[in-house]
């Protein structure tokens, strides 16, 4: 006698197509921020021929008291500070892209620390006369709005129902 047993399925997520492209742009931008880093460090090494040109610069720009400071160890630690930093910040945004486009819940989170916090920057910005950044905040509470659809939330496994059970 055949016996059939009984198959358990395990419910396929689909990632929506938007999640896809904020993903990939988080990648992207991981990947220019690794270059950029990169460059900056490889300037670091070269500084010698950038600083005597950035000291012309500053004495013709009428900052004179600024050129003492201007020195190639300054400069060198200055420049590489900026590519570890960059590299930093490229790792960050390499590792979003991945998470987002893998469903980690850390990666919601994350995702709306971000646009929360570039929506206080523009905010400063616009206070500050950059009124170009008001761009930044209505995409800024869009992408937020999109990251609070129930589908978005349910591909993270960020469900709106109580886990509590009486």
Known sequence: ???LQP?????VRHRPEGLTILG???ILAGV????AGGALLIASLAVGTITSSLKD?????????????????NVATILASLGVFSILVGLFWFA????VLSGKGWAWNVGIAIFVLSIINSII???F????????IVIDLGIIYYLMKPSVRAFFGKTLAPTWKP
């Open 1 to 3: 006698m055949l016996v």
């Open 32 to 35: 220019a921020g690794l270059v």
């Open 24 to 26: 990939a742009l988080a």
């Open 7 to 11: 198959v358990e399925v395990t419910p």
């Open 57 to 73: 610069y500053l004495s013709t720009q009428g900052y004179p008291q600024l050129v003492s400071y201007v020195t190639t160890s």
């Open 129 to 136: 006369g950059n009124y170009f950044s008001a761009i930044g």
């Open 125 to 127: 910005q616009v206070v």
């Open 96 to 99: 979003e892209g991945i998470g």
